[in-house]
């Protein structure tokens, strides 16, 4: 079977990244009968240098078409003081929100080679292993109304609207509990029921849907709660499912724990399984064009995209494998405390890869 992919290099490290996802992508076609029909396009700063649009209608439609889209990162300096529409940014929400990818999957894992990377104390978060499940398409960052207006005596007033369906609740809580299913079977919603109506819905709703599903231990936490817990001990976690902007603020932190953010992918998917695989990382403008950028998180969205939306999980256990036996050997980039370059963790994944 030929999969279609759309590969979206975007900005800063974006391009020096993906071009090492790419290469693995090349020797599972080379090596392991793996067939695909690659599309490139522009996203971010690219769109709006290329087409005048961070995200040109053209790259829409190729994303429509393709099973699963590979995004390295958008923005930079360069694009940060044109009018909000056109900022790199809003490619990225515009395109989660044409493809309707609503549920957001960000895996936060210590590898035990990293354990010294991380800022926490090793038996504190030794074994990690979370996976997040974030609302991605709702909440308050696409509620209307939304703006800057001025008020009678002339002060200016900012304002967002934190607004959830049931049915949006419904399907990324179903997507949580199918993760949950597949893992410990223990869910942790985070909300902010006891101040937010909105948090209150989300919380009955989740509640209906893990009682009718079965079998599933659910438990809720308040958003302030989950932070500090997820600092104290995050390893009772197993998998946490959220709204928009919590899911932000957690799973940064929670990819804190593991030491580097330049190792971790994520998955935006839709009700199809159609998904968007980027790492969670942004462009790195302050590393861009030297090289030293990891490309590991680009490689493991690479094995993601494999799993979730191409049904290859056979080739997405070669890649992770593949990935902790380069660490196990020591390989590292800067953000690791090591030396290597882009491409030379790149070619070390490969070399695995070849003989696994
Ligand atoms: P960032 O994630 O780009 O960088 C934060 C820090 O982590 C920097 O010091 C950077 O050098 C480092 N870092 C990031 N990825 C790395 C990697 N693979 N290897 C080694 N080090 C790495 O976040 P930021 O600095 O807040 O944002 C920079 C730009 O990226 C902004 O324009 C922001 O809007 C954008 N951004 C984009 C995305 C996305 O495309 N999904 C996500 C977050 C931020």
């Not at 991380?118 to 504190?124: A, R």
């Not at 999980?313 to 380069?326: C, N």
Request: aromatic share 4%; hydrophobic share 40%.
């Amino acid at each position: 079977m030929t999969h279609n992919l759309l590969i979206l290099e975007g900005d800063g490290i974006g391009p020096e990244i993906v071009a090492e996802a790419m290469k693995v992508v090349d020797c599972l076609q080379s090596d392991y009968g793996f067939q695909a029909e690659i599309e490139h396009g522009l996203i971010g700063g690219a769109g709006v240098d290329g087409a005048g649009d961070p995200l040109p209608e053209a790259t829409l439609d190729q994303a429509k078409q393709a099973d699963a889209i590979l995004l390295g990162a958008v923005g930079g300096v360069k694009w940060d003081s044109l009018e909000r529409p056109m900022r790199p940014e809003q490619g990225l929400l515009r395109i989660r929100a044409g493809l309707d990818l609503f549920a957001n999957l960000r895996p936060a894992i210590l590898y035990p080679e990293l354990v010294d990377a991380s800022t926490l104390k090793p038996d504190v978060v030794s074994g990690l292993d979370i996976m997040i499940v974030r609302e991605l398409t709702g909440g308050i960052y696409f509620g209307q109304p939304r703006g800057i207006r001025e008020l009678e005596n002339g002060e200016k007033e900012g304002f967002n609207t934190l607004v959830y369906r049931e049915s949006e609740v419904d399907r990324i809580t179903r997507v949580a509990v199918d993760v949950a299913k597949k893992r410990s079977s223990t869910l942790c919603s985070v909300d902010k029921a006891n101040v937010l109506e909105v948090s209150e819905l989300w919380r009955n709703k989740v509640t209906e849907i893990c009682d009718e599903v079965g079998g599933i231990n659910l438990s809720h936490m308040y958003v302030d709660n989950a932070a500090m817990q997820l600092i104290r001990e995050p390893k009772q976690f197993d998998v946490i499912v959220t709204g928009n902007m919590f899911g932000d603020i957690l799973s940064d932190a929670a990819a804190m724990l593991t030491g580097s953010i330049g190792m971790l992918p994520s998955a935006s998917l839709n009700s199809d399984n159609k998904g968007m695989y980027e790492p969670i990382h942004g462009s790195a403008p302050d590393i861009a064009g030297k090289g030293i950028a990891n490309p590991l998180a680009t490689i493991l969205s690479v094995a993601m995209m494999l799993r979730y939306s191409l049904n290859e999980g056979e080739l997405a256990d070669k890649i992770e494998t593949s990935v902790r036996q380069v660490l196990a050997d020591g390989a590292r980039t800067a953000d690791l405390g090591g030396s290597m370059t882009t491409s030379e963790m790149g070619n070390a994944v490969i070399t695995v890869l070849k003989s696994n």
